[in-house]
């Protein structure tokens, strides 16, 4: 069966320190994967998209990596802030109509 | 910037009742969704809809549900009878050509 999978539900940092969120599936071959921002109560946000022939993509202090092999990308945030704090989305483009289909996230807590 | 709207922001109905979410997408996106999410579970997709016909549609997407385009800009999502199950956040989102799914805030849909 196919499954994405967050390796936590939730994460609790000390500011400053990096965080790292792990996305592992399994029977999927996704053209892309992306990462989201979810904040209690509201929609997605769109942080950082990879495709499968990208190893590595940057955005200020986020990084992602993408594992076509592992089946895995890691979400990597630098000099993580109290303001980082919320659920982080995985979510692979499947189907015809490139639906994105999502794991159930994992909770980050950066405390001071 | 640009960004998906919704209304309304929350919606409290009958079972049995009929409800429409209405969504404005980004003005020259081409690729609409509809996704749910169920309090405290995944972002669940339920349908895409391109060239003014639904293109993909998820298992949860049942005959109770209907989508359309009346105008250039709007995106609506139907309900017919709305059932306890169907409490929910709903999410419009939209995409221009390839990749990234831009999302709105959110309908929250409470049924009683």
């Known amino acids: 069966s196919q499954k994405i999978e967050q390796n936590s539900e939730a994460l609790n940092i000390q500011e400053g320190k990096t965080a790292t969120l792990t996305c592992n599936y399994t029977?999927?071959?996704?053209?892309?994967l992306q990462w989201y921002r979810q904040d209690p109560g509201r929609g997605p946000v769109f942080l950082l998209l990879?495709?499968?022939?990208?190893k590595e993509k940057r955005k200020e202090r986020l990084k992602v990596t993408f594992d076509t092999t592992l089946k895995q990308s890691l979400f990597h945030i630098t000099a993580s802030q109290p303001a980082d704090s919320a659920t982080y989305l995985c979510?692979?483009?499947?189907?015809?109509?490139?639906?994105?289909?999502f794991g159930t996230g994992t909770r980050l807590q950066v405390t001071l | 910037e640009p960004e998906v709207t919704q209304t309304p922001s929350h919606q409290v109905t009958q079972m049995g009742q009929e409800v429409i979410l209405r969504c404005v997408p980004i003005?020259?996106?081409?690729?609409f969704y509809w996704y749910r999410q169920i309090l405290g579970q995944k972002v669940e997709f339920l349908v895409s809809?391109?060239?003014?016909?639904?293109?993909?549609k998820s298992e949860i997407f049942d005959d109770q549900f209907s989508v359309e385009r009346p105008d250039g800009s709007n995106f609506t999502l139907k309900i017919r009878s709305t059932k306890l199950e169907d409490s929910a956040m709903y999410f419009c989102?939209?995409?221009?050509?390839?990749?990234?799914?831009?999302f709105g805030p959110g309908t929250r849909l409470l049924v009683l």
């Open positions: 979510a692979l483009e499947t189907g015809t109509a490139s639906k994105l289909t």
């Open positions: 809809f391109y060239n003014n016909e639904i293109s993909e």
């Open positions: 029977n999927y071959s996704p053209a892309y």
């Open positions: 990879i495709r499968e022939n990208e």
């Open positions: 989102a939209s995409r221009l050509d390839f990749e990234t799914q831009y």
């Open positions: 003005s020259n996106h081409l690729y």
